[in-house]
């Protein structure tokens, strides 16, 4: 797990810890089948001015300005067995996959007392699956809005980060998850081969609090599908989906150099 710093305070230039996490997750977007997950959560916040890692990921700033970033983009999709998929039952199994490419985000409003800002975020991101021999597996684009707010209601220390916006991916993307080739056709699954475009909407939301020796967060992830461009997929059993997940960490270990912290992840030596 990622976490956050306090708002407006000297904290430690890195912290280290080690926790459980609870995820709920279907196989894929779009699998109407879900599986529960307990993975280890490793915690780990750098506040240096290249390389962080925080609440907001992990993160390389390439460029900053008052209103403008550049960084870094992360992702992950987890492996799926397919014969204990219904839906892909003699198919490829799908291997786990890492995404990674830039992210603009640009802010849009920022409030006088510094506890809430929106921004514009646009994360272009390219796939490719985790094994022996990695392939490319095309890429995505998640442009949304983000609303981070710090102390939301008057709950002191807590982070609540509200998101949301369209997905779009290309045909390569789309035909590793959604293609039915001739070969794997049934009478129930008939072949089929999407291309790229849009690929449904997500809402997000986050909620995080870094207690003195342990932080605890949570989120929720409502998907919706209507209207994407593999929504006739016969691998597409569910047009709609919540997944989320919690997670505890203790934190065992700290830098005893500190860093003045900023507003939303912005640091300072």
Known sequence: MLASAALGREEPL???GIGVAGLHFPDYRGSSHSRNYALPAPYLVYRGDFLKADRYGLRARFFRSDRLDINLSLGASLPVGSDDNPARIGMPDLR????IGPSVAATLWRAGDARMKLDARIPLRMAMTIESRPRFIGGQVYPHLNLDIHDPAGFSGWNLGLAAGPVFTDGRYNRYFYEVAPQYATLARPAYSPGGGYAGTQFLMALSKRFPRFW???FARYDT???AVFESSPL???KRYIAGGIGVSWIFGESSRRVEVQPFGDERK
């Open 96 to 99: 786990p996959s890492l995404e």
């Open 216 to 218: 605890v967060g949570g």
């Open 14 to 16: 890195w912290e280290a």
């Open 225 to 227: 599908l209507r209207s």
């Open 236 to 238: 597409v059993t569910s």
